[in-house]
């Protein structure tokens, strides 16, 4: 598996969000390596969710990388508040972004990490000429809108598809939406570096073990 150890990503999108920082500072407590946040916009997607203005309060809370995962239409117009805002790493869907290469390097002129996200139907070729330009490549294993879902595995060839394309190139291939335990070791045996997980967390008995459990099976020789 290439960029280093598995990481597990808890997206806050299935938190109790009027109790946002204990829930982060809970997630973080029990092991998380960083925090998912689903930003939607009610156009791109079918569901709306959180803006800057709680990425920051979000950023207060804890010391972990933010992920911000931005399912909006007009990226290029929110990119800068949502840098503002905390984020370490913005993605950005290739399916709602015509000028890409110009997205991807404005993220990069603010200072924060890019990553693009492919929907399920979305072919890995889209992304070819941006492979040198983004840290994070996000897969989609559910179409993006909620959280609770179940995952489609027809992602498996795709990750091998965009491992094998990435070549030697320190490039984290992510997986989001639907993933489980009984994901997590094939996920990484096809190539994927960081699992982000919601329900499979913020449903468990016990969040911490969870977490635990993912990351483990998704670990190189395991
Ligand atoms: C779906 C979101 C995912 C999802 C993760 O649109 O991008 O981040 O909510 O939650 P689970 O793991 O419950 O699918
Ligand atoms: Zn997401």
Redesign the pocket.
Known sequence: MAGGRARVAV?I??ADHSNMAYAIRRAEREGADRF?I?VMDGHF?PNLTIGPLVIEFVKKATSLPLDV?L?IEDAERWVAAYAKAGADLIGVHVEACPHLHRTVHQIRDLGKKPFVVLNPHTPPESIEFVLGDIAQVLV?S?N??????KFIPAVYPKIRQIRTMLGARGVDVSI????KIEHARPLAEHGASVL?????VFEAQDPAKAIRELRAAAEPGQ
């Open positions: 997206s999108l299935d998912h689903d997607v995962h399912m989609m559910v993006p809108g909620f959280g609770g879902q989001d939406g639907g993933v982000v997980a919601g329900s499979a």
